[in-house]
C-alpha cells in the first residue's frame, strides 16, 4: 500500500492485537479498508486477506495483500429499457456524469434518487470496463412501472336543504411521468346537487435545470 498509509488503513479495523477475535468486526474493517480505494476511484485496485493460524498459541493473524492501481474514470452511461421515460429524466438524477473519477459512494445516491423518482419498478446497475484499462462503463437497466394513477367514488354528506339528496361524486386522476418528460399532471372533478368543482394542476420538478419543483393549479367551483 503506498497510496494510504499503514496507520489509516488499520484504523479502518476495530479490533487491537490481544482482542478476543470477532469476524463481525473483522469484515467490516476489511469492507472498510476496500471502500477507502472504492471512494476514491480506485475501482481497480485487488483486496485479498489470508489467515494464518496458530493453534498452540490460540491465536488468528490476518495478512492483507493491496495490488493498487490507477483512478478509474467513467468512459459511458449507458441506459436500457426506459422505452417512455426520457434519457436527460434519469441523467439529471445521477451524481456524475461522463469523466468523472468513479466513485462507489456517489453512484449507490444515485441508484437511491432514481428509485424515488417511482418511475421504475426495477433497476438492475452494472459496472463493466471501458475501452481501455482505467475506464469504466456504468450501465442502468430499468424496468418501467406505471405512474398513472386514478380514483373514483362517491360520498354522502348532510346538506341544508331537505329536499337535495345528499350525494355527490367525484373522479381524480394524476400521471406521476407526464409523457416521459418528469413533469406531474393531475385534475379532479367533483359533482353534487349543490356544488360542483373542477381542478387542474401542473408541476415541473426540475426547473431551470435545477431540482426545485415548480408547479400552479387552476380551480373552478359553481
Do not use: C
Not at 21 to 39: P, V
Request: a negative charge.
Amino acid at each position: 500500500n503506498r497510496i494510504f498509509s499503514k496507520e489509516e488503513l488499520e484504523a479502518k479495523v476495530k479490533m487491537l492485537e490481544g482482542d478476543i477475535f470477532n469476524l463481525k468486526k473483522l469484515e467490516a474493517g476489511y469492507s472498510a479498508i476496500a471502500d477507502m480505494y472504492f471512494e476514491n476511484g480506485y475501482s481497480s485496485t485487488q483486496i485479498e486477506k489470508k489467515d494464518v493460524v496458530d493453534e498452540g498459541a490460540r491465536s488468528i493473524k490476518y495478512e492483507v495483500k493491496i495490488q493498487e492501481s490507477k483512478r478509474s474514470h467513467i468512459e459511458n452511461i449507458i441506459l436500457k429499457g426506459n422505452t417512455k421515460t426520457k434519457d436527460h429524466v434519469i441523467l439529471r438524477e445521477l451524481l456524475f456524469s461522463n469523466g468523472d473519477v468513479f466513485s462507489k459512494k456517489r453512484f449507490l445516491n444515485s441508484l437511491r434518487n432514481i428509485y424515488n423518482l417511482r418511475y421504475f419498478s426495477s433497476i438492475v446497475p452494472d459496472v463493466k470496463p471501458g475501452s481501455e484499462a482505467g475506464l469504466l462503463d456504468v450501465i442502468l437497466n430499468v424496468e418501467e412501472t406505471s405512474t398513472a394513477n386514478i380514483q373514483f367514488g362517491i360520498t354522502f354528506s348532510g346538506v341544508a336543504d331537505a329536499n337535495t339528496f345528499p350525494m355527490s361524486v367525484f373522479v381524480q386522476w394524476e400521471e406521476r411521468n407526464l409523457l416521459g418528460s418528469g413533469s406531474e399532471l393531475s385534475a379532479n372533478v367533483t359533482a353534487g346537487p349543490d356544488k360542483q368543482s373542477a381542478t387542474l394542476g401542473y408541476t415541473e420538478n426540475w426547473f431551470l435545470g435545477i431540482p426545485l419543483g415548480v408547479g400552479f393549479e387552476l380551480s373552478a367551483t359553481h
